[in-house]
């Protein structure tokens, strides 16, 4: 069965230093570099948000297309980067889930690649991969959070945990990379 790695939104606004920085955001970079190799397809989403939208009357500006916070952390492999799909775009929505992406359907790049299992990584749990990870499973894909390869926000303390817990019960498998064969 082929299988995906989805890496969303490892970007310098939400690493350390960032315009919305996820504590401990590039600790996921050398875990996900790890595993790449052990793919068909790997994936990545960007955050690529317009200068002016709603998006920002929820959170302070970031990801704005073409500045250096949209851009990938520089640690992350992008040479192994198959395909690179845009969200966020519109300025009338927030677009969390790499679903979403504006450039490219991931759905129908999945299914093009025949690909069955989508394994989630990257930032933040409890936003932008568990709302990918949900659609995934509601797309019908066999899909697997990389525990150990992402972070949260966690605008209220725990919702880390409430985000994984929500994905689990919706038919997410939890992994750690090690796990990964």
Request: glycine share 8%.
């Amino acid at each position: 069965m082929k299988r995906a790695l989805l890496i969303v939104d490892v970007q310098n606004d939400f690493c350390p230093g960032g315009a919305l920085a996820v504590k401990d955001g590039d600790k996921v970079v050398p875990v996900i570099n790890a595993v790449m190799d052990k793919f068909d397809l790997v994936i990545s989403s960007q955050d690529w948000h317009p200068e002016e939208t709603v998006h920002f009357e929820k959170w302070p500006v970031h990801c704005v297309a073409g500045t250096e916070g949209a851009e990938f952390h520089p640690d992350l492999d992008t040479g192994k980067i198959d395909q690179k799909l845009l969200k966020g775009t519109d300025n009338k929505d927030d677009g969390y889930s790499a679903f979403e992406a504006t450039n490219k359907s991931l759905t129908g790049l999945l299914h093009e690649n025949n690909i069955r299992q989508l394994y989630v990584c990257g930032l933040a749990t409890d936003y932008c991969v568990k709302a990918s990870a949900l659609d995934a499973v509601t797309q019908g894909f066999h899909t697997y959070v990389i525990t150990d390869a992402i972070a949260a926000v966690n605008v209220q303390p725990g919702d880390d945990e409430k985000a994984l817990r929500e994905m689990y019960a919706k038919g997410c498998v939890l992994i750690e990379s090690r796990e990964i064969q």
